[in-house]
C-alpha cells in the first residue's frame, strides 16, 4: 500500500511541475507565414536576478509550439524554467508536422522525420530553440499555461548572460548554426497566444 501511495505522489509531482499538454491533433494545413524579426542592438548591459544581460538583438516571432520542456534543477533554472522548440512556414503545418516527432533533452532538441515535404536543412532553418527568461512574474504565470501546438507571439531581446561565479551562458543570433550556443536565450517581455 506504502507503494502505491509513493508511486501516486510521485506521479502528482510530476504533473504539477513537468506536465505540459498538447492540442489535439488536426489536419490544418494553415501556416505561420512569417519567420523571426531580429535586429541588433547596441551591447547594452543590465542586471536582473543577480547576473548580467548582455544585449544582442531585439527578436520577435510568430510560431507554433512544437515541444517544450521543464527545467528545475540546472544551473540556468533561477532564470529560465522552460525552454520551447518554436516553428514557422512548413514547420507550423500540422499536415508536415504529422510526421515529424520532436523531443528535448538538457535544453537542446531533436526530431524523426517521416516526411518527404521537408529536408532537415529546412526544419533546421525553420525551427527554433528558445530559452526563455521572463522579464515579469505576470509572463512566468502565463508561460505555466502553454500548450503544445499553439501559435504563440514572443517578443524581447537576445542576450548573453554572465554569472558572478563565472560560468556564462551565449546566445545565438544565427537561425542556421548548430552545436553549443546554437539556441536562443530570449529575455521575453511580451508573450500572447495568438491561437
Avoid: C
Avoid at 97 to 125: C, G, M, T
Avoid at 182 to 187: D, F, M, N, P, R
Wanted: net charge negative.
Amino acid at each position: 500500500m506504502k507503494i502505491i501511495i509513493f508511486i501516486l505522489i510521485l506521479a502528482g509531482a510530476w504533473y504539477h511541475f513537468y506536465y505540459i499538454a498538447t492540442l489535439p491533433s488536426s489536419n490544418s494545413s494553415e501556416t505561420v507565414d512569417t519567420g523571426p524579426f531580429q535586429y541588433s542592438t547596441p551591447l547594452k548591459k543590465f542586471e536582473f536576478k543577480d547576473v548580467t544581460l548582455t544585449e544582442k538583438a531585439t527578436f520577435a516571432l510568430t510560431a507554433k509550439i512544437l515541444s517544450a520542456e521543464r527545467y528545475y534543477f540546472d544551473r540556468h533554472s533561477k532564470l529560465s524554467t522552460m525552454n520551447i522548440v518554436a516553428g514557422w512556414y512548413n514547420l507550423s503545418n500540422n499536415l508536415i508536422l504529422n510526421n515529424i516527432s520532436f523531443s528535448q533533452s538538457n535544453r537542446s532538441y531533436e526530431w524523426q522525420s517521416h516526411s518527404e515535404a521537408v529536408n532537415d536543412q529546412e526544419i533546421l532553418r525553420t525551427t527554433s530553440n528558445i530559452h526563455l527568461i521572463p522579464a515579469t512574474d505576470d509572463i512566468k504565470q502565463q508561460l505555466k499555461r502553454i500548450k503544445i501546438g499553439q501559435i504563440v507571439y514572443l517578443k524581447g531581446i537576445l542576450v548573453d548572460v554572465d554569472n558572478p561565479s563565472g560560468w556564462q551562458w551565449k546566445t545565438s543570433v544565427s537561425q542556421t548554426d548548430t552545436g553549443k550556443n546554437s539556441s536562443e536565450i530570449l529575455y521575453l517581455t511580451e508573450f500572447e497566444v495568438v491561437e
